[in-house]
């Protein structure tokens, strides 16, 4: 199992774009390992130049304390799976599974054995024969899967893995790749732009932006305490609430009603932005005695989500939405109070867009 | 009236199942061209007549006349030009005698395969893989340099070549700083083989240019990540991606070359024969020494084997299509 350790990893293009601003992560051996953000923030530019496909600018790359900055792409023994599967569609899918071992010299009946063996696990057996065009999307992707996996790499990079499948079979290759990275346990950095995929799959998860690590946590810390507002918007599938505040002592005015203020924040940072996930927020049809002067409001509008209901409610000339189990649903029109779960209540900086209190780094 | 078997006829059955009988009957017979304007067939044709007439003036009525001529003993000047006599197949039986068509076709295939097959293919393509990740602007230059080659009027280019090559002060002489040497009459083979791979270079660069653009970068990276080779890579991801361009460039520019003129101006065919392809050998035959008969059987063979060699790129064409 390989640690990757990169240091002050910069890339700059020939026109002057900076992809890649002084990065500094290591990415623990065996993890699954995400880069989340929106497109054009570097992270598949990243991917690329842990491949060797891009050279770094400066900076350097290691890969279990081998430095592989300067080394060429096929020797840095890492195995990438792009967001096309860029198989070869003139071969049968047993030798495009087994073509990086053709190139390494081993012999036919070896490479042969091997791609058919990892075939099988990876439920290819019926398919060996076939040419690339003549395999379904979710096949294809498999076959790209399968030649990675069968030259044993130190280091899977995933490029989109699963953009390019139809959104049931995305669910289902999600689960198919997460099972085989734990059965592997091989160090794998995949790139998405959907925060749903990679909380779904990472063991942790960088969010970019501008060639820069906005954050690095595990799912449940990017989304339960975003790092700052980018990634308060980026991550979740219904936006957070981030409506502007004031710090009054201990409480935190916002959209007409108080909040307690989450411990820590200090009336010296007195306009604040206010951060609560709409599945955070609950809603009472009575004003909540241990809660005197929440927020309240008339609810707007209702969308169905399923086994919930996203509720919009206007109150104090701000939207704040919340998230209600389904039988739990106010009718349209009704006047409702919020409050927020103990201890989800965010709190940002208005200046830098930081989570506040501001926490120690080593803490 | 029976169905024409064709492939789209599947609506027309699709529609006999349906309720109506009627419409099912009118349907049955449904695959025909459908005059939707309402021109009706001789207007129609007053339209095509024109393109008609130019074709048939230009090309269609040559092509008779040289088969005409080429079954007479029809000359430039003589009597056999004011009163030619129909002699069948005598020019025929004396073209495929004759050693100097022999050796016509011989340069003709050395003329085609070193300086097209070989030279213009091999040389446009690695100019156009080997400028593929330069600079833009790089690219840009070595583009027009090798695209002035192929725009040049032909008499410029022969002049400079001309010129070049020269015995009494050519400049590759020159260059060399052996004067004295004459390229066009100690090689005169060599010295048009290599006129026409410069000359011609540049249509293969930008088809395979074009063609190098449709490999998925994917496909390259991931052979690069195997670690494949240069060599690797051009023999398992490039080539099978553009074979059939490699096909189409290599039936056209061996056409054009097996019927190019351009070496006439530069040897006029000598010294000797020694650079008589079939092209210059025709000319010279018909209008040089005259015997217009003779030179058109010779243009009628020299047809028939364009058509061979067109049907046999077109045979390998299909047959990469199917595979």
Request: proline letters at 6%; a neutral charge; glycine letters at 10%.
């Amino acid at each position: 199992m390989t640690r990757i350790r990169l240091t002050g990893l910069t890339k700059v293009f020939d026109g002057g774009v900076t992809a890649l601003d002084r990065l500094d992560l290591t990415v623990e051996p065996g993890e699954f390992f995400a880069l989340l953000g929106p497109s054009g923030c570097g992270k598949t530019t990243l991917l690329r130049t842990m491949a060797g496909l891009e050279q770094a600018t400066s900076g350097t790359i290691r890969f279990a304390e081998r430095d592989v900055t300067r080394v060429a792409p096929g020797d840095r023994d890492v195995a990438m799976v792009f967001q096309d599967y860029a198989l070869f569609p003139h071969m049968t899918v047993v030798d495009n599974i087994s073509y990086p071992l053709k190139v390494k010299g081993r012999a036919k009946p070896e490479r042969t054995a091997r791609a058919e063996e990892v075939g099988r696990q990876l439920g290819l057996e019926a398919l060996t024969a076939r040419r690339p065009s003549a395999l379904s999307g979710g096949q294809q992707q498999r076959v790209a899967l399968a030649r990675a996996v069968a030259c044993r790499p130190a280091l899977f990079l995933f490029d989109e893995p699963l953009s390019n499948l139809d959104a049931r079979l995305r669910l289902e290759a999600r689960g198919f790749l997460k099972r085989l990275q734990r059965e592997l346990g091989v160090t794998t950095v995949f790139v998405t732009h959907d925060q749903a995929e990679a909380l779904a799959l990472a063991d942790r998860i960088a969010v970019m932006e501008s060639g820069r690590v906005r954050q690095l946590g595990t799912p449940r810390e990017v989304f339960a305490r975003p790092a700052d507002t980018f990634v308060a918007n980026f991550i979740g599938s219904t936006p957070m609430n981030l409506v502007p505040a004031e710090v009054e002592g201990d409480r935190l005015r916002v959209a007409g009603g108080v909040f307690a203020a989450p411990q820590g924040v200090v009336a010296g940072s007195a306009k604040v932005t206010a951060g609560i996930r709409p599945e955070y927020l609950r809603l009472h049809d009575a004003e909540p005695t241990d809660a005197p002067d929440a927020p309240t409001g008339t609810v707007s509008i209702l969308e169905n989500l399923g086994a919930t209901t996203l509720v919009t409610v206007d109150c104090g000339g701000e939207s704040l939405s919340a998230v209600v189990p389904e039988d739990a649903e106010p009718a349209p029109g009704s006047r409702v109070w919020l409050t927020p779960q103990p201890g989800r209540l965010l709190v940002y900086d208005n200046d830098s867009g930081e989570l506040l209190p501001r926490r120690d780094p080593a803490g | 009236m029976p169905v024409p078997s064709r492939r789209d006829d599947a609506p027309a059955t699709a529609v006999t199942g349906h309720a109506d009988p009627g419409e099912a009957a009118f349907s049955a017979g449904a695959p025909r061209a459908v005059d939707s304007v309402g021109l009706g067939r001789a207007r129609a044709l007053l339209f095509v007549a024109p393109a008609l007439l130019l074709i048939g003036v230009f090309l269609l009525f040559p092509a008779l006349w040289t088969l005409y001529i080429g079954a007479t003993n029809f000359e430039r000047t003589g009597p056999n030009h004011v009163n030619p006599q129909v002699t069948w197949f005598d020019n025929y039986v004396d073209v495929l005698t004759d050693p100097s068509f022999y050796n016509s076709l011989w340069l003709t295939l050395l003329f085609v395969l070193f300086s097209a097959v070989i030279g213009q293919n091999g040389l446009g393509f690695w100019l156009a893989w080997s400028t593929r990740r330069l600079h833009r602007r790089v690219r840009r230059v070595v583009e027009s340099l090798v695209l002035l080659a192929w725009i040049l009027p032909s008499s410029v280019v022969a002049f400079l070549w001309i010129a070049m090559l020269d015995q009494r002060g050519g400049t590759l002489d020159a260059l060399l700083g052996n004067p004295g040497t004459a390229w066009l009459v100690e090689y005169p083979m060599v010295a048009i083989i290599v006129f026409n791979t410069w000359r011609g270079t540049a249509f293969s660069m930008m088809l395979y240019s074009a063609a190098l653009s449709s490999v998925p970068p994917s496909q390259l990276e991931t052979a690069r990540l195997a670690g494949a080779t240069g060599g690797q890579t051009l023999r398992d991801v490039v080539f099978p991606h553009i074979r059939g361009h490699v096909l189409t460039n290599t039936l056209l520019i061996t056409l054009w070359t097996f019927n190019d003129f351009g070496p006439f101006l530069i040897t006029g065919g000598g010294p000797g024969d020694d650079t008589e392809i079939a092209a210059v050998y025709l000319y010279n035959t018909a209008i040089r020494d005259g015997d217009l008969g003779y030179s058109g059987a010779i243009s009628l063979l020299i047809l028939v084997a364009n058509v061979v060699l067109a049907l046999a790129y077109l045979r390998m064409l299909r047959r990469r299509d199917s595979s």
